[in-house]
Structures are given as structure tokens and as C-alpha cells.
């Protein structure tokens, strides 16, 4: 069973720079895309960042230019560096993982969240 344990989150003041890690085990690394969600108060769910295996990167609008996403094969991990962070950046923000083969097998797992809050 893949486990993803999420890491780096708190306060930051605006502008300031945050990095969020997670931690994959529990399957092998290279058969996921992995990927940033956040949620914040009242909102839907939404993808702030993904990547695949070999590198490929997609971001949301809002987000891009300010956010790097990344990932090392070696330790199992994906990074999330944030940069020029702003108040509109506060939720929950959580790892997801899932399998390249997902319309066949539906592997795909979330992490528990962690919270990232800028002030103002």
C-alpha cells in the first residue's frame, strides 16, 4: 500500500519562501505521476503543481513562475519549492501519487495534509 507523508508546512510571512517535501514508500516511485494539490476554507480542491517520472511539469496559472515542483527517484520523494508566497496561497496543501496506469488499475492516493498559512 502506498503511503505518502507530507512535510514542510506552517507560517510564513508574504512574500517569504516555503519548500514541502513528501515522502512515497509502499510501491515503486517511477510508476507514479506525482502532484501537489491544495484546498483551502470553502474552496474546491485544486492542483497547484504535477510531475512525471521523467521530469514533465504542469502548474496552475495562478501559480506559476512562483512554484517549482520536482522529484528525486533516488530518495522517493517530491518537492515543492514556493516562492513569493501570498495570501491566496493559504490551505491545506497535499501529495498526491497517481499510478501511470490509472484508467486501468485506479491507484491513486493522497497524502494527509499539511497546512501552509501566509500572513499578511
Known amino acids: 500500500q502506498v503511503q505518502l507523508v507530507e512535510s514542510g508546512g506552517g507560517l510564513v510571512q508574504a512574500g517569504g519562501p516555503l519548500r514541502l517535501s513528501c515522502a512515497f514508500s509502499g510501491g515503486l516511485f517511477a510508476r507514479y505521476v506525482m502532484g501537489w494539490f491544495r484546498q483551502a476554507p470553502g474552496n474546491q480542491r485544486e492542483l497547484v503543481a504535477r510531475?512525471?517520472?521523467?521530469?514533465?511539469?504542469d502548474y496552475a496559472d495562478s501559480v506559476k513562475d512562483r512554484f517549482s515542483i520536482s522529484r528525486d527517484n533516488s530518495k522517493s520523494t517530491v518537492y515543492l519549492q514556493m516562492n513569493s508566497l501570498n495570501s491566496e496561497d493559504t490551505a491545506v496543501y497535499y501529495c498526491?501519487?497517481?499510478?501511470?496506469?490509472?484508467?486501468?488499475?485506479?491507484?491513486?492516493?493522497w497524502g494527509q495534509g499539511t497546512q501552509v498559512h501566509v500572513s499578511s
Open positions: 498526491n501519487a497517481r499510478s501511470v496506469d490509472y484508467w486501468r488499475d485506479g491507484f491513486d492516493y
Open positions: 510531475i512525471t517520472s521523467g521530469g514533465s511539469t
